[in-house]
């Protein structure tokens, strides 16, 4: 789980690496990854997902901004590396397929009355910023190597 700007900072990849991940035995990627945010957008370079790994991220700020990515293993151009290259090169370690929303649902309906009403003492809100629920097709759990 990383929230905002934890993600763009690579927290969960440097913690990764740190710990010895992919090195030492028990220290694996991601199967499912989630990050929250208010204004921040996936950065690919900054995930660190076991093959088939998936990635959810909704962004709260203006609650427009939901993605979904699959990590691709057969994609990946880790082979053409070189093995000096660092994480610093700002690329990703590996290709990622965007997810299509199989759903997308404004509560209530999208009446800016019933929305006031029910979510006046909650939060501020806009009347061009409606809250929403973005669902994305089922993925199969990313299955990790064993140790």
């Known amino acids: 789980l990383e ?6 900072a690579s927290s969960a990849l440097h913690n990764f690496v740190l710990k010895g991940g992919g090195v030492i035995s028990g220290i694996k990627p991601a199967q499912v990854s989630l990050v929250s945010s208010a204004g921040m957008v996936i ?3 900054n995930l660190i997902l076991a093959d088939g790994g998936v990635v959810y991220h909704q ?7 939901s993605d979904a ?7 990946d151009s880790l082979d053409e590396r070189k093995h000096d290259e ?9 290709t990622t397929k965007a997810l299509v929303p199989a759903q997308v649902r404004e509560l ?5 009355e019933v929305i ?6 909650l939060y501020v809100w ?3 910023i409606k809250p929403r629920v973005v669902v994305f097709p089922a993925v199969p759990v990313a299955q990790l190597g064993q140790p």
């Open 116 to 121: 006031g009403e029910k979510l006046r003492d």
């Open 43 to 45: 950065q690919t370079q």
């Open 69 to 75: 990515r699959v990590r691709v293993f057969e994609d």
């Open 3 to 8: 929230i905002c700007l934890d993600h763009g």
């Open 86 to 94: 660092g994480l610093d090169e700002g690329r990703p370690l590996f």
């Open 108 to 112: 209530w309906g999208g009446d800016d």
């Open 126 to 128: 806009k009347e061009s």
């Open 59 to 65: 962004d709260g700020l203006y609650n427009r901004t």
